[in-house]
């Protein structure tokens, strides 16, 4: 199969997206990605002075480019009902890609609403944003959530330890941040499996980037890497450009099933292909566990609007 490029992005023209985290990293490339090929694009971040530099970069490449900030801190379930309400006034959002994410925080933080930062800001801020944003999701004809998953995903417990979720009583950075993406990979596929039993025409995506060297690296360990991470760093990851492919991949192949999953074909890095989710993600009874502890932390619900709901098939007529 050829290998797939931004080239292969079909037009977005009158398409409506939000990239969280969209001023850094892997969100920027996708929010440049997306804007080249003509999407209407909502950097949704903490600072509108970041945004906007960034923004400033994006309009330097693509001249014309329709990107603006809207002001969403994950870690706030307040900031995040705000937000939903602003987007609730467009006329439909098409594309939601849940990208902001935090890793490796030395010592256990809380976020405003008393979860584990990680935990917080990587999964339940996406999982409340994702919900609330669900009616004006479901105003657009081909609605999409792309949800922006890890490798790490495999590691750490390999479980969500639902027995001391905010990790209360065991902190450990590396596995906090673990079970946050296995929760954003198991919520993508949840999604995707709700969306489809309720008729919608919502498709659920997910990927991971591979390793890419972005301001992960150092932003929630507060301060850059040590010469010998940076040195496996150099070895093993690829550019942020190329890990943010997977995303773009995710996020408008016309041919993406719901509940397809997306990464590098060589695992940490190249061109982005298909792939198997991984296996503690296909557990349906710890998914549906995880989604209902999500809406009681949250206060989100499952809530497909009336108008989205499909119209029964009138039934067959009997034969006569
Ligand atoms: N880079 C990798 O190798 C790699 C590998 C696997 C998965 N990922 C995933 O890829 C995603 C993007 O990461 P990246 O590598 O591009 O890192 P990055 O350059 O650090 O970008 C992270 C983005 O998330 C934003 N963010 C952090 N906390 C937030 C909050 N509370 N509310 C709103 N936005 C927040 C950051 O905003 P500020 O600029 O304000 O901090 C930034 O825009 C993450 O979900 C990460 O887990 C990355």
């Known amino acids: 199969m050829a290998t797939w490029s931004e080239a292969d992005i079909p037009s ?46 994006i309009r330097s490449i693509v001249p014309g480019a329709s990107v603006r900030f809207e002001s969403l801190d994950l870690a706030s379930l307040t900031s995040i009902r705000s937000f939903t309400e602003r987007m609730d006034r467009l006329a439909r959002v098409d594309l939601l890609v849940n990208n902001a994410g935090v ?30 944003l669900l009616p004006t999701l479901l105003r657009s004809s081909a609605p999409r959530v792309t949800t922006v998953t890890s490798s790490a995903a495999k590691g750490g417990k390999k479980r969500i330890a639902f027995e ?3 990790w209360d009583h065991s902190y450990a950075h590396y596995a906090a941040y673990c ?31 591979g390793v890419a060297r972005t301001n992960l690296q150092s932003s929630g360990r507060g301060g850059p890497p040590n010469a010998g991470f940076r040195l496996i760093l150099h070895f093993i990851a690829q550019d ?39 296996a503690p993600a296909l557990d349906l009874p710890a998914r549906a566990k995880l989604w209902d502890t999500s ?10 609007p009336l108008e989205a709901r499909p119209t029964p098939t009138a039934p067959r007529m009997a034969a006569a």
């Open 103 to 132: 890793m490796f925080v030395p010592r256990r933080q809380l976020t405003e609403d008393g979860f584990e930062r990680q935990f917080g800001t990587n999964y339940l801020g996406p999982f409340a944003l994702t919900l609330g």
């Open 179 to 209: 079970q946050s993406k296995l929760a954003d990979l198991m919520f993508a596929l949840e999604l995707a499996r709700r969306s489809a039993a309720a008729g919608l025409p919502l498709i659920s995506t997910a990927c991971h980037p």
């Open 295 to 304: 809406e009681q932390l949250t206060g989100a619900r499952w809530k497909v």
């Open 12 to 57: 977005q023209e009158g398409r409506l997206a939000i990239v969280t985290g969209g001023n850094s990293g892997l969100g920027w490339f996708t929010t440049l990605g997306l804007a080249r090929a003509g999407a209407e694009v909502v950097v949704a971040t903490r600072s509108e002075r970041k945004a906007g530099e960034s923004m400033d970069r």
């Open 240 to 278: 942020a450009e190329d890990g943010a492919k997977s995303i773009l991949r995710a996020a408008t192949d016309p041919a993406a099933t719901s509940g397809s999953f997306y990464g590098p074909d060589r695992g940490m890095k190249g061109d982005p292909v298909l792939c198997p989710p991984y």
């Open 164 to 166: 001391d979720l905010q």
